[in-house]
């Protein structure tokens, strides 16, 4: 099966340093993936769509200048948390559908990121 | 995009059948209804997609009925690994003619079997 692979799966970081999170398919080529955060006992929530080579879609309320996002190749998203502070401490996750997709997105391990 | 309604939480007991039911009346044509499997810790996990009638793969069945408003996942003789959340998606799918697979979850239903 298809397989999204994310790095780091955890990490910690001093309050206003930037984190950056990787997110790969290793067996297939994804045209499409999403960011999503989630929080302790809560539901997904969608950050932004990533398309390649092109700019990232944020959904309302998401600032994009403080999550950067860039989808330089067909295998490959990243985001980049910007001046992390406490409140950005989360577990983030990707999710990509294939380029011939089937209706089914696979979606990485997540990554949780602690702000100090 | 339509929005979904689940129950929060269901218990059960190893062995026995899970139905869980969701709530979308506001599905359009295009949209396809899709579950997902999450456990602590790890993202989201496929267990089944269908658009109308009933679906049935190795895991799982997804009964549709004939309006479409709802759809109800059925796990057969669940086991305590089968604790986790349940998500009830509805969005576009390329299946259907759609374009970004965008979904949004809902609250998702946490599912508690107990020996």
């Known amino acids: 099966g298809a397989v999204v692979s994310q790095h780091p799966s955890w990490v910690i970081c001093k309050s206003g340093t930037s984190v950056k999170i990787e997110c790969r398919s290793l067996?297939?080529?994804?045209?499409?993936m999403f960011w999503y955060r989630q929080f302790p006992k809560q539901s997904l929530m969608l950050m932004a769509t990533s398309n390649e080579g092109s700019k990232a879609t944020y959904e309302q309320g998401v600032e994009k200048d403080k999550f950067l996002i860039n989808h330089a190749s067909l295998t490959l998203s990243t985001l980049t948390v910007t001046s992390a502070h406490p409140e950005d401490s989360s577990f983030y996750i990707c999710?990509?559908?294939?380029?011939?997709?089937?209706?089914?997105?696979?979606f990485g391990e997540g990554s949780r990121l602690t702000v100090l | 995009l339509a929005k979904t309604t689940q129950p929060i939480s269901m218990d059960s007991y190893e062995g026995q059948e899970v139905n869980i039911t969701c709530s979308h009346n506001?599905?359009?044509?295009?949209?396809?209804i899709t579950w997902y499997q999450q456990f602590p810790s790890q993202g989201p996990r496929f267990i089944i997609q269908?658009?109308?009638t009933k679906v049935t793969n190795e895991v799982a069945s997804l009964f549709i009925p004939a309006d479409r408003k709802s759809s109800t996942l059925s796990l057969p003789r669940v086991s305590l690994s089968d604790t986790a959340v349940y998500y009830c998606?509805?969005?576009?799918?390329?299946?259907?003619?759609?374009?970004?697979?965008?979904?949004?979850f809902g609250t998702g239903t946490l599912l508690a079997v107990q020996p």
């Open positions: 998606l509805v969005g576009d799918s390329p299946l259907s003619g759609g374009a970004t697979n965008k979904l949004i």
């Open positions: 999710s990509a559908t294939r380029t011939l997709n089937t209706g089914e997105l696979f």
């Open positions: 269908g658009y109308k």
């Open positions: 506001n599905i359009a044509t295009n949209d396809y």
């Open positions: 067996d297939f080529q994804a045209t499409t």
